[in-house]
């Protein structure tokens, strides 16, 4: 089912640019800014670490994954930015997940190792979705996302 169809998502026009948009009633609303997470950053084993037990907390069903992620960008009434300030244009979560609607991916993402303390393994090939799990805690739980970099 395309995410954005249930979700009733327009497509971007000139003045709401993606899900970035930032208007009412003709005048510019002063928006929340997040900035999102940089490679680096992602790939950082503490700081992946920390994610990785937020994700695996979230009493979210592994199938649910895509829908939270999509409804939590689809109610963000802000900006996204890169740490130098540029704009960030979320990607669709659809897209981003693509080839696994199933997200079986998230299952093997949120696998432990045998201590039960780390992830069973590091994506490095797919930080893009990483990276959008992030931006999920970043907009939809600030609080727990702040503590990602300690």
Same mark, same amino acid.
């Given at each position: 089912?395309?995410?954005?169809?249930?979700?009733?998502?327009?497509e971007?026009?000139?003045?709401?640019k993606? %899900?970035?948009?930032?208007?009412?009633?003709?005048?510019?609303?002063?928006?929340?800014?997040?900035?999102?997470?940089?490679?680096?950053?992602?790939?950082?084993?503490?700081?992946?670490?920390?994610?990785?037990?937020?994700?695996?907390?979230?009493?979210?069903?592994?199938?649910?994954?895509?829908?939270?992620?999509?409804?939590?960008?689809?109610?963000?009434?802000?900006?996204?930015?890169?740490?130098?300030?540029e704009?960030?244009?979320?990607?669709?979560?659809?897209d981003?997940?693509?080839?696994?609607?199933?997200?079986?991916?998230?299952?093997? %993402?949120?696998?432990?190792?045998?201590?039960?303390?780390?992830?069973?393994?590091?994506?490095?090939?797919?930080?893009?979705?990483?990276?959008?799990?992030?931006?999920?805690?970043?907009?939809?739980?600030?609080?727990?996302?702040r503590?990602?970099?300690?």
């Open positions: 089912m395309d995410t954005l169809k249930k979700h009733n998502y327009e971007p026009t000139k003045r709401t993606g %899900y970035n948009s930032h208007w009412c009633n003709g005048r510019m609303k002063n928006p929340q800014v997040v900035y999102v997470a940089d490679k680096v950053e992602l790939l950082n084993k503490h700081y992946y670490r920390r994610l990785w037990i937020a994700a695996r907390n979230m009493p979210i069903p592994r199938r649910a994954w895509l829908d939270e992620i999509a409804d939590a960008f689809v109610q963000f009434d802000g900006e996204v930015r890169y740490r130098t300030g704009l960030y244009s979320i990607p669709l979560a659809d981003v997940f693509g080839e696994d609607a199933d997200m079986r991916w998230m299952s093997t %993402y949120l696998k432990s190792d045998p201590t039960n303390n780390a992830p069973l393994r590091c994506s490095r090939r797919r930080w893009e979705r990483v990276r959008l799990i992030d931006l999920f805690f970043r907009v939809q739980y600030p609080d727990i996302a503590h990602f970099g300690r």
